[in-house]
């Protein structure tokens, strides 16, 4: 089974994030960038099935080079080898340019199973995989909870609001998973020493026999979050119920 795991590299949420005042772009030079946490459950998942299965895991990553911590990062898991697309013309690029050089690097990689977290944590738009499946022409199986293989099929468990619902496709697919599918291992020493000598393939938007084109949207101006004021008292002297009240449906929270 050729197992691609697609892996993103981020800002860590749990640090101060910025933007580039001078293009509006997430600042990552400066950041504390790591794996998208999201992806982490998807290359567990592509490693059980490669344990299952056998096959091979390939780590796909559209970034600048900085990405290439984030990929060793990737193979100190598990994964076989790497695969970083990498441009200066992809600076800034949005969700309908990624998915397309996405799709271009997964056409030369044919992939049986195309992995991926649901979301990554600086967009949260939770459409890559779709886009994906709709410009490979493969299903999608997205959201996923649970993920089983018969053969060339695979049945996963689509986590909803309400449950889950139990869907099915045949290979080749593109599977989203939630943090609910598993329990990502830690690198070993051994994986990490494994990591440096494990072949990264680097590849440019020449290397693909395509352009960037110019991004469908972008950020025209952002402004810091405005300090929390203090809040309004109400002091009740007989019009206290009134005066709530009236601050209720001035907020419309009635």
Partial sequence: MNIVVLVKQVP?????RS????????ERASASNIVNEMDEYAIEEALKLKEAHGGEVTVLTMGP???????????SMGPDRAVHVTDEALHGACALITSKVLAAALHRLRADVVLCGAESTDGRVQVMPHMLAERLGVAALTGARSLTVDGDRLTAQRQTDDGYEVVTAATPVVVSVWDTINEPRYPSFKGIMAAKKKPVETLSLADLGMEAGEPTSRVLSFAPRPPRSAGIKVTDDGEGGAELVAYLAAEKLV
């Fill in 65 to 75: 080079p900085s990405a290439t911590e984030s990929i060793r990062k990737a193979l």
């Fill in 12 to 16: 860590d949420s749990s640090s101060a």
């Fill in 19 to 26: 933007l580039n005042a001078s293009d509006n772009t997430v």
